[in-house]
């Protein structure tokens, strides 16, 4: 059973803080790795993808993975009101059946307030 | 990204109908998806339509229950039958594009079901 498990939220960060999501998976022949973030009664909007090990950034937005540690993780930089959301992590299959197919946590609800 | 769209947008039906999902991309796609995502929880994979074959469906989805048709490169249906309450969620189309199968999520169909 291929899991992907998110830090427990809801979180809470005061406006121009750092907001820190964290993700782990069990699929370890896992490839791809996404953050989606969906704001309520939107659907869910790529904003991170990552491939390797180490940092990517975007913006505001850092994404780390470590594929040894099973771990992804999603930094958020100076945020803002508008950042408030659901952010979601996704996972890729590692390949055969699981090809293309996205395996979804269950989602952190983040809440930056003023 | 690839403009992708849905049809209808919500819908209250009765128990014991079917309803029919529309999901049009601007542009050709190889693969094509669809999930649900019920009250307050993340997105779980129904099955994975691609052009020309059969739809794969997960574990727990069932071709008489979600009937889905792929009959183009830019379109696909999903189909709801012989829906109970327990059926009422959000409806998401998505398509693999980009880096690593990236997904882009059509904006969901509201289904309702009494």
């Known amino acids: 059973q291929k899991e992907v498990e998110q830090n427990s939220g809801p979180l809470s960060v005061p406006e121009g803080a750092i907001a820190s999501l964290n993700c782990t998976y069990s699929?370890?022949?896992?490839?791809?790795f996404f953050w989606y973030r969906q704001y309520s009664g939107k659907s869910p909007e790529l904003i991170m993808s990552i491939y390797s090990n180490g940092d990517k950034e975007d913006g505001r937005f850092t994404a780390q993975l470590n594929k040894a540690s099973q771990y992804v993780s999603l930094l958020i930089r100076d945020s803002q009101p508008s950042d408030s959301a659901t952010y979601l992590c996704a996972v890729n299959g590692a390949g055969g059946t699981s090809y293309g197919k996205l395996t979804f946590g269950q989602g952190t609800i983040l809440t930056v307030h003023p | 990204s690839a403009v992708i769209s849905q049809k209808p947008s919500r819908d209250i039906c009765q128990r014991g109908t079917s309803l029919t999902i529309q999901c049009q991309v601007d542009?050709?796609?190889?693969?094509m998806f669809w999930y649900r995502q019920q009250p307050g929880q993340s997105l779980t994979l129904i099955a994975t339509a691609n052009q020309g074959s059969e739809a794969t469906y997960e574990s727990g989805f069932v071709i008489d229950k979600f009937p889905i048709s792929r009959p183009n490169l830019t379109f696909s249906t999903l189909t709801v039958s012989n829906m109970s309450p327990e059926d009422s969620s959000i409806y998401l189309c998505s398509t693999g594009q980009g880096g690593a199968y990236e997904q882009y999520f059509g904006p969901g169909t509201r289904l309702t079901v009494t």
């Open positions: 699929d370890r022949g896992s490839q791809s």
């Open positions: 542009s050709q796609v190889t693969m």
